[in-house]
T-cell receptor, first 118, second 115 residues
Framework: AQKVTQAQTEISVVEKEDVTLDCVYE???????LFWYKQPPSGELVFLIR??????QNEISGRYSWNFQKSTSSFNFTITASQVVDSAVYFC???????????????FGAGTILRVKS | GAVVSQHPSWVICKSGTSVKIECRSL??????MFWYRQFPKQSLMLMAT?????????EQGVEKDKFLINHASLTLSTLTVTSAHPEDSSFYIC???????????FGSGTRLTVV
């Protein structure tokens, strides 16, 4: 069975601090996808990144960066110089790789509430 | 990019009535759609996988007769909460996968309140 663990329930930081959100996953699949989503108070899910299991390169997008380490089954997310607008719930998620007809459910972690104070 | 429209955004209904939530893929055909439920301060829990032209696949513990899913076309899936009760009050969100893509596009969600 697939499982995603986000051990940090809630994190509070002061604006401009860097913050890392942890994500550890479990899967028996050799090929899979990992995702991060942001959920602001309005509720909609904002897609941040998708990474397939073949690609272990770290990625940077503006103030966001992701560190994927297959050896430790982790896919951590770092926000540099955090801002108040970053306050939200962040979800890490996992899906199998494969054709559409397999369904390939997206399994979510419990989420981490990030509060950025000014 | 792919867009999924979910309607209504919020709904209040009386206990015992039924509520229908629509999920439409606007610019692509979605053979598979997913329905999630999210209680306050909790994660998204998959309720069912909706397959166009066939019966939905429900997750363990989800009542099929209570949460009716219909995926009659390649662009529309509906979730009907039948005989709603206050404990069904939750945030319901759908998602769809584009063919030939491994991403998931989410609707904006529906906040259901049963009074």
């Amino acid at each position: 069975a697939q499982k995603v663990t986000q051990a940090q329930t809630e994190i509070s930081v002061v604006e401009k601090e860097d913050v890392t959100l942890d994500c550890v996953y479990e899967t028996r699949d050799t090929t899979y996808y990992l995702f991060w989503y942001k959920q602001p108070p309005s509720g909609e899910l904002v897609f941040l990144i998708r990474r397939n299991s073949f690609d272990e390169q770290n990625e940077i997008s503006g103030r966001y960066s992701w560190n994927f380490q297959k050896s430790t089954s982790s896919f951590n997310f770092t926000i540099t110089a955090s801002q108040v607008v970053d306050s939200a719930v962040y979800f890490c998620a996992l899906s199998s790789w494969g054709p559409m007809e397999y369904g390939n459910k997206l399994v979510f972690g419990a989420g981490t509430i990030l509060r950025v104070k000014s | 990019g792919a867009v999924v429209s979910q309607h209504p955004s919020w709904v209040i209904c009386k206990s015992g009535t039924s509520v229908k939530i629509e999920c439409r893929s606007l610019d692509f055909q979605a053979t598979t759609m997913f329905w999630y439920r999210q209680f306050p301060k909790q994660s998204l829990m998959l309720m069912a996988t909706s397959n166009e032209g066939s019966k939905a696949t429900y997750e363990q513990g989800v009542e099929k007769d209570k949460f009716l899913i219909n995926h009659a076309s390649l662009t529309l899936s509906t979730l009907t909460v039948t005989s709603a009760h206050p404990e069904d009050s939750s945030f319901y969100i759908c998602s769809a996968r584009e063919p030939n893509d491994y991403g998931y596009t989410f609707g904006s969600g529906t906040r259901l309140t049963v009074v």
